[in-house]
């Protein structure tokens, strides 16, 4: 079983919802889950640690190849990573009660990349998906069927146009996928670098209000 951390519904409802949360590289579970609180107080909030340890520390979903200035994701790695937290959802549900009809992710930089490969591969396990400095990684997506129903699909989209980890221009082309699938989105950029900034932090509550 996957480490994580949760957050119980405040009170008691019958079949709350789930909101899952996908850190970036080289953190871990404790970093979303710091605004965990801010979350709707009639959902369940679950905090995944990722799949591998990191030399210096912290964890990753899936290996990066920098080796000549491009960056190159271990796909074996990232499909390994996506069926762990599928598979994570389905084994958890007999601990907390959610509701599999209602469950949503939010995803930073690595785990932003992941959740959108989620949600378009898997378009009826989710609901709202929101994506922070991230960006819709063409390999990731070469499979995904562009005949399915993404209608149930709500999406949030953040970049920092500062953001010297993920260029601004890599996200851009989440608006030209979205559009060309139909999707139901937001798309907002910030005066940011890799980071979450006020602004966006209060703009991603209010989406998911």
């Not at 709707?40 to 000549?68: F, N, T």
């Not at 980890?165 to 608006?175: D, E, L, N």
């Not at 979205?178 to 900034?197: K, P, V």
Request: hydrophobic share 40%; charged share 25%.
């Amino acid at each position: 079983m996957i480490d994580y951390l949760v957050r119980e519904p405040k009170s008691a409802i019958e079949n709350p919802s789930l909101f899952l949360l996908l850190h970036g590289y080289g953190s871990n579970e404790k970093d979303l889950f710091s605004f965990a609180d801010e979350l709707p107080d009639d959902a369940y909030v679950i905090s995944l640690r990722a799949i591998k340890k990191l030399p210096m520390g912290g964890y990753c979903w899936y290996e990066l190849d920098l080796s000549k200035n491009v960056r190159i994701l271990d796909i074996e790695q990232t499909q390994k990573s996506q069926d762990i937290i599928l598979k994570f959802i389905d084994q958890i549900h007999d601990k907390y009660p959610f509701d599999k009809n209602n469950i949503s992710l939010i995803g930073f930089s690595q785990g932003a990349i992941l959740s959108f490969s989620l949600a378009l591969h898997n378009p009826h396990k989710f609901k709202k998906i929101l994506c922070l400095s991230g960006y819709p990684d063409p390999d990731l997506l070469a499979d995904v069927d562009m005949g399915s129903d993404f209608s149930d699909l709500e999406f949030y989209f953040s970049h920092g146009i500062e953001d010297p980890i993920i260029p601004v221009q890599w996200a851009r082309q989440f608006k030209s996928i979205a559009e060309e699938l139909d999707l139901h989105f937001e798309y907002h950029e910030y005066h940011q670098g890799h980071g979450i900034n006020s602004e966006n932090y209060y703009d991603l509550l209010n989406f998911i209000q």
